[in-house]
């Protein structure tokens, strides 16, 4: 048991590989990357993606960047891509789009129901028998179709609601009905924020954002606990309206409201730079002036 003057639940959800790395460490991670690399470097028949959701657009578009010549299919078993997300249809099309023209294939509206080995002898490849009856080949197969589970099963059951988010209110403190809700705080993936019901799109600058909010709201709390300020006047923070980026390779594709649809060079270079997006969370979060110093993978 720890003693503690203030909690802030930010453990997430749990996803399974490779929608998001299991490694704890750098080096282990690295070996984890470097056998997924090596896997889609060698499928001499091919790579499929599984799941047209932000994470199967994303790794098909980088694995046919990078290995141009293996041939690269993504697979959504409905009509547009991006479907469970609060998105345009627009959005969507332009992005098919983009994908198209790298010379990604894009197969929607077919369901993947089963994935085996194939029993030829010598052959390492995969057999995928699709809805329709179909089926398709290839040297190997990427699920991109996470299902998350909230981490949340070290709190009390009233704090949680029916998903096992943790009920907050607009200053991210835990609504549960407890004298110590008010130094108790959930941000990110794990709370829910906005209420249910509200379309929004869970991403890691809100997460970031919420986790200002919440330092700065307890550092109000304890000013007044050592009365040096009056009862505190807590930030709070809105509700995010959806929006997305999307890496596609050489380029990128945007939504929120307002710029509308929005996509091209000017967008990679601001959202993602020339590493996905490392070295702006690096600088955003004030590890230092210097660009971080990563060993690429081979």
Request: charged share 20%; hydrophobic share 40%.
């Amino acid at each position: 048991m720890e003693s503690y003057d203030y909690l802030i639940c930010a453990t997430g959800y749990r996803r399974i590989w490779p929608t998001v790395p299991q490694s704890l460490d750098r080096k282990s991670y690295l070996a984890e990357a470097q056998g997924h690399i090596d896997h889609v470097k060698a499928a001499e028949h091919g790579v499929i993606v599984i799941g047209g959701g932000a994470v199967g657009v994303e790794m098909a578009a980088e694995s046919n960047m990078v290995y141009p010549d293996i041939g690269v299919t993504l697979i959504h078993s409905r009509d547009h891509l991006f479907s469970a997300e609060p998105l345009p249809t627009e959005f969507a099309d332009e992005t098919l789009k983009l994908l198209s023209k790298s010379g990604v294939k894009v197969i929607l509206g077919k369901r993947v129901m089963k994935v085996t080995d194939d029993d030829k002898a010598g052959s390492t490849s995969k057999v995928l028998k699709l809805s329709d009856g179909t089926t398709m080949h290839a040297s190997h197969v990427i699920s991109a179709i996470s299902r998350p589970t909230a981490t949340s099963t070290y709190l009390p059951d009233t704090a949680l609601d029916g998903e096992g988010l943790v009920k907050v209110n607009d200053s991210l403190h835990l609504t549960m009905n407890s004298d110590t809700s008010e130094t108790h705080f959930a941000i990110g993936d794990i709370a829910a924020w906005p209420p249910t019901g509200t379309p929004t799109i869970k991403r890691c600058g809100g997460a970031m954002y919420m986790g200002h909010v919440a330092a700065l709201n307890i550092y109000r709390h304890m000013l007044h606990r050592l009365e040096l300020a009056g009862p505190p006047e807590y930030t709070t923070i809105p509700v995010f309206p959806p929006a997305i980026a999307i890496a596609l390779g050489n380029t990128a594709i945007g939504y929120w409201e307002g710029a509308g649809v929005t996509e091209g060079d000017e967008l990679r270079d601001r959202m993602f730079g020339d590493d996905l997006g490392l070295d702006i969370c690096w600088q955003g979060m004030g590890l230092g002036s210097v660009k971080a110093d990563v060993s690429a993978v081979a």
